[in-house]
């Protein structure tokens, strides 16, 4: 069979389509046929090599992906030959009190597909049965390899660790993003007001066909507090959904109201970020760091997707053989949503 992977550590150029063994199934796994694969940022930061995070060379990429199930393994009864399902990437210890109590999330050790060990863009894959979920039926697999970690990460941010509550006001960075497309829909199902902000004409009108309320091109607004209050009735927002790091932080800051959240996923233009602790006091923010959710959440957010309340936005196709050029485009950020790959 063939797999995404690299073999040393560099730029898109080291990634290939190539042949590599086939997997054997296990006791309690299930053998995919892989349909389909959504790439992450994650996926480039492993392949230009994590500070402080072992990879075994080489190394399969990708974490999200969509597929049939074609083998059971022996134990298996939580699914059938023909499921359609999508994976949950993440996998933690199994016995610490944080995997006890489900938060596998929050295990000291625990790790992704793709990064901590080989990923998932393959024709193939043997994964415990625990971490697939079946795909609503309204789903093809694109959007069922675009939403498992966006939607279970937006969702822990903001319902989980912020609590968005009604008639709040949400600010959303980097909302073209894959992860961005779905904060801002979570948080119009959870009835808030939704600031987002993005760069361009094209991504602003998409941002306002999803349901923000206002969005603002970072472009023309590159200091976008003054503009964000502007549009809250000249006061701070109430949940701030951060994940874009050094560029904007500084402005994010102006932004957040008393009483405010801001809640950080992820560091793309640099993890160095300097607060003023007078304003974290006196106005009583909470700075909250998040990183995926429990694997109890997917139910329910599952459930939003078959009810068409939230849906897959996909902004490129493309076939896995050409991961390499994907990965270029997801750098240069010119996709609205998730690329997603097809085996």
Known sequence: MKALRFHSFGGPDRVCWEDVPEPQIRPNHVRVAVKAGALNRLDIWVREELPGIPVALPMIQGSDISGEVIELGQGVTQLSLGDRVAILPIFGCGHCSFCDRGDIHIC?????????????????????????????????????????????????????????????????LGASSGIGTMAIQIGKLKGAK????????????????????????????????????????????DVIFEHTGAATFAQSQ???????????????????????????????????????????????????????KLKAVIGKEMPMSEGAEAQRLLVNGNVFGKIVLTT
């Open 108 to 172: 000291p050790q625990h790790g992704f597909y793709g990064e901590t060990c080989e990923g998932n863009f393959s024709e193939q894959v043997v994964r415990p049965a625990k971490n697939f979920y079946k795909i609503p039926d309204n789903l093809n697999y694109l959007e069922g390899a675009a939403i498992t970690l966006v939607s279970v990460t937006s969702w822990e941010m903001l319902v989980v660790k912020a609590k968005l509550q009604k008639k709040e006001t949400l600010l959303v």
């Open 194 to 237: 939704v600031i987002a902000i993005t760069s361009g004409e094209d991504n602003c009108q998409k941002a306002k066909a999803l349901g923000a309320d206002h969005v603002i091109d970072r472009l023309t607004h590159p200091a976008f507090a003054k503009k964000v209050k502007s549009l809250n009735g000249n006061k701070g927002v």
């Open 254 to 308: 102006r932004c957040l109201g008393y009483a405010g959240r801001m809640v950080i996923c992820g560091a793309t233009t640099g993890p160095e970020l300097k607060i003023d602790a007078r304003f974290l006091f006196v106005k009583q923010w909470q700075i909250l760091g998040s990183s995926m959710g429990r694997a109890d959440l997917l139910p329910e957010i599952f459930s939003h997707f078959a009810s068409g």
